[in-house]
Structure formats: structure tokens, C-alpha cells
């Protein structure tokens, strides 16, 4: 359980080996390649085409884009779970070299572009139909309406409202309504041709005039024959999504085509990391130091004269980093993950943080049967949804806290809520109050601050062990084991106030420790009286990175666990007593258990979602803050780059 040991690794091979090594060194997943630095003389990798995948790979994408539409849609759950799929590499060049993807993207590229162009006609008949169509009541053929040579006549629409300054106008010209709506009203005017003056008028009055000189006949005839082009238009439209449909059926080879040249674009961005000269190519990366054995073999089973050297890591603030921890505590690296890795030179966190996030989600959501609804929940979803094993550690996150909930809710009597009740079983019954007794409230919140109080120690040490660990021992004394002195020493002062003299010694501790931080808090200023000022002021808090205020405040956070177990098992209370109100007749069969299902799923998926927020940031802000420092890269090897696709097989195999 620990951050794995990696070596730097030096490859030297020949130009003719690089193209199968490299696929080799793909499938092995083991080696990190880096870019070569600082190297005279030589030449970063040249033949490289990223540009030639990017083109296909939004060829690709053009075509999902069109098939989707026609897949299946998943339900919630499953569009949740990523989809994954375990194929031979050999298998997968085979369905890519059979796939002929230019023929079927030259075809639907064609088919697009006719839909886009025939949507477009049919935009701009609607518009001519949106025109013609206040005129339909007119018998005149529209293009013998505007011949005489004296008369102009033009068609058109105007808002009511200045419908009035047109009549005003009727001296200079004769308007005739023709049809109207609640804004507008459409009309044919007549003036004089040799009145141009007139068009400044309408302009005034924002009169919209309509060209018809591209038709013929009467309006309705017009707004027939634009009628029955649409219809046709929207059956070629029609004819044109079928043929899309039909080749839709090669959709999911499209996804494993898109995988395979996403995983190509890849080996092209790696290929330039790798320096060439004229004869030899030099590759340089990270492998961990127990994949090295198993790694040469596989080198010397498949080529020759590859020349291979291993080093100790130079710039440790480089080196990425692997964590190795066994299958309980694997699931809560995603913890890790979210808040950032460590450095290499540090240590992994998640073992320590596992037993102490367990705990805090218990607390929130202990509960025997929430508990247990999680648990096989989980297990559930991972056969229906034959979930991939490299997916299931998230499932197994919450089956574990599944578990400790569950023993939580039997030490507090939480059964959903009060729906069953065992009370000799539990240490600490929530919902009891017994007179002379102190109620389980003030037990779980005293129980939850005690909580705090270790979990705050147990930070402190850490961060004294890692310290120590990197020979800083005076740091280690002073910035943390004197505030571990104090802090234990004013708790157990407390605890042991009415013995007088088990109060007087843990007093003396107390004060001992609060001495080591006067006189050391402020030893990096440099006057005796600012080292003095500054060990005072570290007390609470001010100039350094712990204090007597943070201390308070931190412990104080973890009332929250007594907080959100509280309210989920009141929660459950409440939907318990809504359902019992309902009774025992025909009424209550009916509803109780849609009351029960409804109230205690609600409350589940509340419960959960504040039982990991608020114990992850417990867990990020006030234990992590005592001790860890993240900024560390995970090691990522280079391999076959895909969100969807498990290569199954070997080098050997292939």
C-alpha cells in the first residue's frame, strides 16, 4: 500500500524495428514515454501526421452525428455506465480494413447536402406561401394585374394601425383590402406611374410591398402548386432519411473506427517524443520497477538488438506517479483522483484516508436497510449491466460503505427510519431519551466531535511522519508534535476534571506543549523578541498553519455527521408515521407501500448524495489540510487510447 518504485528507462533500436516496437510497446501498457530534452545533435521524430487523423476523426464524427438520431435511446442508468467493449487488436485492424468507410462517407456526405439543399427550397417556398396566401381570395391571374401604362399596381401589407394614413392618401392613389389579420392588413394599390413620389409615402407608412413577377395565374392556383412542391420536397426529404437510416446499421463499426483512429492520432502525438538519427531511434519514458523483469523478457522473446537501460529518477518533481494499494482500498484512489496525486516523493494518502471516510459515511448514512438497498443495489447493477471490471471499482466504493452503514445503523437502531426497531442491539439509540439518562443526540454528537478530535491528531501525526521521513525532525518536534501535546493534553484535562491528580498531569501537558510552541513558533524570525511574539501568535493561529481557532473550527465541523444522520433517520421517521396514518384497511394496502417507496427513496438518494459530499470535504479540507500536498501526475503508459474499447490480447498473440 504504497506509491509503486519507478525507474527511468533508456531505448536504443534500429529505424527497421521502430514501426512493430512501437505497436509492442503499446500493447505491453507498461512504458510512459517522455520528450527528450536538451539532446545535440539529433532530431525529434519527423514522420509524424497528426493532421491526416484529426481529418478523419471528424469524417467520423460527421456521420455519428447523422446516425444517432437513429439509436436506441438508454435508459438513465445505463447511459451512466460506460460502455465497454474487450476485442482482440488483430480482430479490430480486421473490421477496420474491411470497413470501406470513404464509399459510405462520400455517400451520406452526398445525402446530407441534397436534405440540406431541398430544406432549404422548402424554406423559401414556405416564405413565398407566407406572401401569396392573404391574396387567395383574389380571381385575377396576378401577372395581367399590373399592364396598364398609366396605373401601377403593387400588392402588399401594412400594419393597421397606419392603415388610416393610407386611406387619407386616397386622392393619390385607391387601396383595396383584400384580407387582414389581428396585425396587418394585405392590399392591392393603384396610383399614378408618373407619381414617384408616392413610393416615399409608403416608405413613411412602412408599407411592405411583395414581388409577385415570378408567378403566374390566381394566387390560389399559386398557393396550390407551392402546396404540393413542398409535399414533394418533404417526400424526397423523407426518401433521403431512409437512406441515412439503412446505413445507420454501421453505426457501432463507426464508433470502433473512431476508437481505433483516436488510439492512432495518439501514437502520432507520442511519435513526437521519440528522437531519430539516421540509423537509430531513441525512446526515453518511466516503467515501474516491478514491471521490468516481465517487460525484457517480452523484449527478448520478440526482437533483436534492442538496447535497454534503466536509471534512478532525477527530477523527482517529474517522475509520475503509480499508487498500489490491494482490492479494499483500491476503490477509494477515486478520492485521491478528485483532489489531486501526490508527488513522488511523498506518500499515498488513501490508505489512511479509507477507514476514516468509511466512518464518516457511515455516520451519515448509517442505516441498516439503506445500508443494505446500497449493497445489492450495487450488485445488481453490475450484473444487469454486466458492468466492465475495470468500471466496477465505483461500485464497489459503495458497497463497501454499504456494509459499515449497515453496522452503524444496527449500533444506533436505525432501521429505516423507525420501520423496524431492535434497541438492545444498539450502543447508541438516536431517537432514544431515557429520564436520568443522556439522550442519544448528545451521545452521537459528542461521539462525532470525539471523531474530530482523532481524526485531527492522527492528520497531525501524519504530517510529523512525513517530516520525519524527510529527515526534518526539529519540524517534525516543533510544528507538530507540540500541538499533538497540547491538543491531547487540554482534551483529556477535560475529560478528567474531577480527579484531581489525573487533571493536574494532563494539565502539565497541556502546558508543556503550549511552552514548545512560545518558544519554537517563531523561531524563523530573526530578534528574540519576534521569535517570542511570533510563538504567541502561532497559538491561535495567525502566522502559522495550525492554532488553537483552527483547531476549534475543525473539530466543530464534524457535527455535521450527527447533523445528516440525524436528519436521514428522522427523514425515515416521518415517512414511517405518514404511511402508519393510512391504517390497516383496503386504503392502506394500497398506499403504504407507495408512501414507503416513494418517501424511502427519496430519502436514500438525498441521503446518499449529502453522505458523500460533505464527508469528502471533510476529508479534503480539515484532514487533508493538516498533512497533504497534492500536485503529482498520474502514470499513464503508453497503450491503446480508447474510452470504449479493452484490448484483449499480447504482442505474442498477434
Not at 507520442?270 to 523484449?299: P, W
Not at 403504504?592 to 469528502?616: D, E, R, W
Not at 471533510?618 to 487533508?624: A, M, N, S
Not at 501526475?633 to 504482442?651: G, H, L, T
Amino acid at each position: 500500500m504504497a506509491i509503486d518504485k519507478v525507474k527511468e528507462i533508456n531505448i536504443f533500436l534500429t529505424k527497421k524495428n521502430f514501426n512493430d516496437f512501437f505497436t509492442f510497446l503499446k500493447l505491453q501498457e507498461k512504458v510512459e514515454i517522455e520528450e527528450v530534452k536538451d539532446v545535440e545533435g539529433l532530431d525529434f521524430f519527423k514522420d509524424v501526421n497528426i493532421e491526416k487523423y484529426d481529418k478523419i476523426i471528424n469524417e467520423i464524427d460527421f456521420l455519428l452525428n447523422q446516425f444517432n438520431k437513429f439509436e436506441k435511446k438508454k435508459n438513465f442508468i445505463a447511459d451512466f455506465i460506460p460502455e465497454r467493449l474487450n476485442i482482440e487488436y488483430k480482430n479490430l485492424e480486421t473490421i477496420v480494413n474491411k470497413f470501406n468507410f470513404d464509399s459510405l462517407y462520400k455517400k451520406v456526405f452526398g445525402l446530407v447536402r441534397k436534405n440540406e439543399k431541398i430544406t432549404d427550397d422548402i424554406k423559401s417556398f414556405k416564405k413565398e406561401i407566407d406572401k401569396i396566401k392573404p391574396f387567395i381570395s383574389l380571381e385575377y391571374e396576378i401577372e395581367k394585374i399590373d399592364t396598364l401604362k398609366k396605373l401601377k399596381v403593387i400588392f402588399g401589407s401594412l400594419k393597421k394601425s397606419n392603415y388610416q394614413k393610407l386611406l387619407n392618401e386616397k386622392e393619390r392613389c385607391e387601396p383595396i383590402l383584400i384580407s387582414e389579420d389581428e396585425i396587418n392588413c394585405y392590399l392591392i394599390i393603384a396610383f399614378l406611374r408618373e407619381d414617384k413620389s408616392f413610393y416615399e409615402l409608403l416608405k413613411n407608412i412602412d408599407f411592405n410591398e411583395y414581388d409577385f413577377k415570378d408567378f403566374s395565374g390566381k394566387p390560389k392556383t399559386i398557393y396550390e402548386n407551392l402546396i404540393s412542391k413542398i409535399d414533394e420536397l418533404q417526400k424526397m426529404l423523407d426518401d433521403i432519411e431512409t437512406e441515412i437510416k439503412k446505413e445507420s446499421k454501421n453505426l457501432d463499426n463507426l464508433k470502433l473506427l473512431k476508437e481505433f483512429y483516436f488510439d492512432k492520432k495518439n501514437e502520432e502525438e507520442t511519435k513526437q517524443k521519440v528522437i531519430e538519427s539516421k540509423y537509430l531511434i531513441f525512446i526515453k519514458g518511466y516503467i515501474k520497477e516491478k514491471d521490468i523483469k516481465i517487460f525484457e523478457q517480452k523484449v527478448k522473446e520478440n526482437f533483436d538488438k534492442i538496447y535497454i537501460f534503466y536509471e534512478e529518477p532525477k527530477d523527482l518533481e517529474n517522475v509520475p506517479v503509480s499508487l498500489n494499494n490491494n482490492k479494499f482500498v483500491k476503490p477509494f484512489e477515486m478520492l485521491v483522483n478528485m483532489y489531486g496525486y501526490p508527488k513522488y516523493s511523498d506518500f499515498d494518502p488513501t490508505p489512511f484516508l479509507t477507514p476514516f471516510f468509511i466512518l464518516f459515511f457511515s455516520l451519515c448514512f448509517g442505516d441498516v436497510i439503506y445500508g443494505l438497498i446500497l449493497i445489492f443495489g450495487c450488485m445488481l447493477l453490475i450484473n444487469i449491466f454486466n458492468v466492465h471490471e475495470k468500471d466496477r471499482n465505483f461500485f464497489y466504493f459503495f458497497m463497501i460503505l454499504g456494509v459499515f452503514s449497515s453496522i452503524v445503523g444496527v449500533l444506533t437502531n436505525s432501521w429505516a427510519g423507525d420501520l423496524l426497531s431492535f434497541p438492545n442491539l444498539a450502543i447508541i439509540n438516536l431517537l432514544e431519551e431515557k429520564p436520568g439518562e443522556t439522550p442519544g443526540l448528545i451521545k452521537m454528537l459528542i461521539f462525532s466531535l470525539a471523531v474530530g478530535f482523532v481524526t485531527q491528531i492522527f492528520a497531525i501525526l501524519l504530517k510529523a511522519f512525513d517530516n520525519i521521513r524527510k529527515k526534518k525532525i526539529l519540524d517534525a518536534i516543533f510544528d507538530q508534535i507540540s500541538w499533538v501535546i497540547s491538543l491531547v493534553g487540554i482534551v483529556l484535562y477535560i475529560v478528567f476534571m474531577n480527579n484531581p491528580f489525573l487533571s493536574k498531569v494532563f494539565l502539565y501537558i497541556f502546558l508543556s506543549g503550549i511552552i514548545l510552541i512560545v518558544l519554537t513558533g517563531g523561531r524563523s524570525s530573526k530578534s528574540i523578541i519576534g521569535k517570542l511574539i511570533g510563538g504567541v501568535v502561532s497559538l491561535y493561529g495567525i502566522v502559522s498553519s495550525y492554532g488553537f481557532s483552527s483547531a476549534l473550527g475543525d473539530i466543530l465541523s464534524y457535527s455535521r455527521l450527527l447533523a445528516l444522520g440525524f436528519s436521514t433517520t428522522v427523514l425515515g421517521v416521518i415517512i414511517n408515521t405518514i404511511a402508519r396514518m393510512f391504517g390497516k384497511g383496503v386504503i392502506g394496502i394500497l398506499i403504504i407501500p407507495l408512501i414507503l417507496l416513494a418517501g424511502h427513496g427519496l430519502n436514500i438518494f438525498m441521503g446518499l448524495l449529502g453522505s458523500f459530499v460533505h464527508p469528502t470535504r471533510l476529508i479534503f479540507l480539515e484532514f487533508f489540510g493538516r498533512f497533504y500536498e497534492n500536485g503529482g501526475r498520474k502514470f499513464s503508459p503508453f497503450k491503446f487510447k480508447s474510452e470504449r474499447i479493452v484490448i484483449k490480447n499480447q504482442w505474442k498473440e498477434i
